[in-house]
Structures are given as structure tokens and as C-alpha cells.
């Protein structure tokens, strides 16, 4: 499942830079605002809530019609979240770049692409479309080319949300630098969920990481759950758009981060 993702991600990305060239893009960066800082999340006393706009995905199939991104991610802010998450893949979660420029232009927190990120194109049209945060996946690129994404998209200004599923990934994080870490309970090569994995592998972080937890939250005890494992945020989409966001954001965005 993961490398048929990243497939259909890396074509649709190919078939863009058809129409738009990477001059192009770096052209239109600089008319972008800069990228917004994502140190609130681990100075905060409060668990930051990470909203996602997501239409469905590979293993629940279609959630939510979601006609305006932009709508549902200033509804989010303004019920609490402290980041929102747009998911940019088209063909599985039915997400889009403009859904990106949109809310990007919308919200006055940061805002996150997540895609399949595997190439400096991709990291480029993030920016370009007003990402503050980029996700890579340490389980789809190899060493050498998540460093280079890693640096690339420093290089851009932007933060690295760099997602992990096992201790063995975690620790390929911690070793380029990466101190903006997620931990997925989902994981990708089979669905499957642990909920169990970030308390595990929170442990293993350096003091100063910045760790989210991804996945499998279902209401607030789930949350309170990953506050008392360490998490500085939570990252929740299907929760929100499926149930009423405005009331469970309120609820999140209230709980108290404990430090471990």
C-alpha cells in the first residue's frame, strides 16, 4: 500500500512539473509570506491539537465531502487548533494542492502538507502553495533521501514533520536532526494501529523534540492517553471530520500537557 502511494504521488507530481517548472515555482515562493514557526507546540502548557482536513483514505474509503477547505480550517482555528494538516494526495484521500493554497491563505497558524513526499519538486510546490510544514516518512525514503528532503526544505525556511512507526524509524530520525517527530500508531505497510507505540517510543526522544502523536484517536480520553505518554500534539482527522469539530477541539485544545 505504501509504495503504490507513493507511486501515484510521484506521478501526479511528475505530471504537474509539466505545466509548472520548478523556476516557476521558486518564482512564485517569493511572493509567498514566510513560513510561520512552529515552537508554540513545545512551549505551550496545553496539548496542541493538529487539524486535518481529509476527505478519506486508503483503508475507511470516503469521510467527509468537505466542499471548502479553507472553511472548515478557519472553523478549526478558531475552535482551538494549533496547526492544520492538509492532505494533498489526490487519488486515495481525494485531497488537492489548492485545498493547500487555500487554507494557507486562510489560517494564521502554520499549516502542514501532508503527501508522499519523495522529491525536491514536491517539497517546492508545498512552499509554493504556502506549507509551513512539510511531512516526510521515514518508511518511504531511504537514509540519504530524507536527509537531502530534511535540508531541502530547511534550506526553504520550512519545518520537517518527520513521521515514525517503529523504534528502528525513530531512531533514523533523531540521527538527521529532526526534532519536529511523529509517531504513528497507523502503520502504513499494513493499516494496522498500536495504540501503545507512541508511549514506547516517546521515551527514546531527545529532550528537546517537539513529538506528535498521529493517529487512532477516537475522543478525548485517546488524547489524555498521549498527553500522559508525552505528546506536545495531537494530530486528529478523522475524529473532526466525521464528528462535530467544534465541540471535540474545544474539548482537545483544553488538555493539559504532562511532562515526562
Known sequence: MLDEL???AL???????????????????????EPRPISDLKTRSRVGIIAEIKRASPSKGPLADIPNASKLAKEYEQA????????????????????????SATVE?????????ANRYQVLEARANGADVVLLIVAGL??????????????LGMSCLVETHSQAEFLRAVDIGAKFIGI?????????????????LAKLAPKEATLVAESAVRDVSDVIAYAASGADAVLVGEALVKGDHNALLSEFSQIPKIRI
Request: charged share 35%.
Open 109 to 117: 497558524c502554520p499549516v502542514l502538507r501532508k503527501d508522499f513526499i
Open 6 to 8: 507513493y507511486a501515484g
Open 184 to 200: 504513528n500508531a497507523r502503520d502504513l505497510t499494513t493499516f494496522e494501529t498500536d495504540r501503545e507505540l507512541f508511549g514506547k
Open 11 to 33: 506521478a501526479d507530481a511528475s505530471r504537474r512539473s509539466e505545466l509548472i517548472s520548478v523556476a516557476q515555482l521558486e518564482e512564485q515562493i517569493q511572493s509567498v509570506r
Open 80 to 103: 482551538g487548533a494549533s496547526m492544520i494538516s492538509v492532505l494533498t494526495e489526490e487519488r486515495k484521500f481525494r485531497g488537492s494542492l489548492d485545498d493547500l493554497n487555500e487554507v
Open 142 to 155: 531511504d537514509q540519504a533521501k530524507l536527509e537531502e528532503l530534511f535540508n531541502f526544505a530547511g534550506e
